[in-house]
């Protein structure tokens, strides 16, 4: 088989691959290609479905908050470079009872990091959001950088922008096998095979396919969307509704204003097992589950028709600690970002401005704890995957 050459494969065109063909399509003399199994901006990856919530006042720590603000900066460049709105800086409100361990370690981030941001009584929120039904004893974080990202609009802006820098990009092709050699790296697909420097995986829920030794570290949880009508429409834009978390006993909601003009995205997630390969995951929820969602959706927002106007059921690959891994191999030919654990797009952008770094083997800003063999440590440590619903 012919060996069509050049220097860097990226293997992926959805969140991390859209970002690191644009980023790598901006360095000078690097000849750039990009290979995606579905068309361009398509429906089975983990990024699809309208709006992603972007917040800096994580939950999750410290850890990820410079690569959020880093982010944010590159989420306003590729705004600026492609001409399109991608983020929605409204603001992310988090509301929880007060003393909810999640919100608390929320307000040491933003304290810690000087976030801009408010806290809310349970009648400041009662008189400022009353889209929301607030339960006694509920406050709220109001992140003042979070908002709403519109991710099939940012993966498309930063194809378009790879494109037009020079980078060759090809569709429908699935990659059907990685191959390290001395002089660099066959990427064997339905449509030939390339000889690169190096490649890029950056193939989300598909990975273990093509990096067999992700397959004990990494395991697919299903994340379900649903949008729903509110009476006011009105109520729930971009300008008067913030994107939001939302914590009620053991309910946990999640959502964005609406972006459509009629409806708004507001979503929970059913108790689904982890799966191994995105051919496992279902396709839809079960009429029961939209039932059930729909009925904690009227309950926790005000003038809420109960049932959903759209829904769509999608999948992302989890590591047991939900840090992500970004990796060159010791070869330096293959690097790998993969287990964004359901929470990768808003930082997308900085993934990608690693794996363009990686590529050319210089320093990156990442947590040490990423690198594929801390990983595997860390799995050693916890123990079997038990994964669980989302």
């Not at 969307?225 to 971009?238: G, H, Q, V």
Request: proline share 6%.
């Amino acid at each position: 088989m012919d060996l069509q050459k050049t220097d860097v494969v990226v293997i992926g065109a959805g969140t991390v691959g859209s970002m690191a063909l644009w980023q790598l399509s901006r360095r000078e003399g690097l000849d750039v290609v990009g290979i995606e199994q579905y068309g361009r901006v398509h429906s089975h990856g983990s990024y699809a479905g309208e709006s992603r919530v972007f917040r800096t006042a994580v939950h999750e720590g410290g850890t990820y908050v410079r690569m959020i603000q880093r982010s944010r900066d590159l989420w306003r460049q590729l705004e600026r470079e492609s001409g399109r709105d991608i983020y929605a800086e409204v603001g992310c409100l988090s509301i929880a009872p007060e003393g909810f361990p999640d919100l608390e370690t929320a307000i040491g981030t933003v304290r810690e990091f000087g976030i801009p941001h408010r806290l809310l009584s349970t009648e400041e929120l009662r008189k400022e959001y009353p889209q929301h039904r607030i339960n006694d004893g509920d406050v709220a974080l109001l992140d003042e950088h979070g908002g709403g990202l519109r991710p099939e609009v940012a993966v498309m802006s930063a194809l378009d922008l790879a494109e037009a820098n020079g980078a060759r990009l090809f569709f429908n092709t699935p990659v059907l096998d990685i191959e390290e050699r001395p002089n660099g790296v066959v990427v064997r697909t339905t449509q030939g095979a390339w000889l690169a420097d190096t490649a890029v995986v950056a193939s989300g829920s598909w990975s273990t396919r093509l990096s067999p030794e992700l397959n004990d570290l990494l395991r697919l949880q299903v994340l379900g969307l649903t949008w729903f009508m509110p009476r006011d429409p009105a109520a729930f834009a971009p300008e008067r509704f913030p994107a939001f978390l939302r914590d009620v006993g053991s309910v946990h909601f999640f959502g964005a204003p609406s972006f459509d003009g009629y409806a708004f995205k507001a979503c929970t997630n059913p108790e689904w097992p982890v799966y191994r390969d995105p051919a496992d995951v279902p396709a839809s929820h079960t009429r029961e589950e939209l039932i059930k969602i729909g009925q904690r959706a009227a309950e926790l927002f005000e003038g809420v028709n109960p049932e959903p106007v759209r829904q769509s059921v999608h999948h992302c690959a989890y590591t047991p600690d939900r840090l992500p891994v970004v990796d060159r191999s010791a070869s330096g030919r293959v690097v790998t970002i993969a287990g964004l654990s359901g929470h990768g797009f808003k930082f997308s952008p900085q993934l990608g401005e690693w794996a363009a770094q990686l590529v050319a083997g210089e320093g990156t800003t990442a947590d040490p704890r990423f690198a594929l063999p801390e990983r595997m440590r860390a799995l050693a440590e916890l123990g079997p995957y038990t994964g669980g619903g989302h």
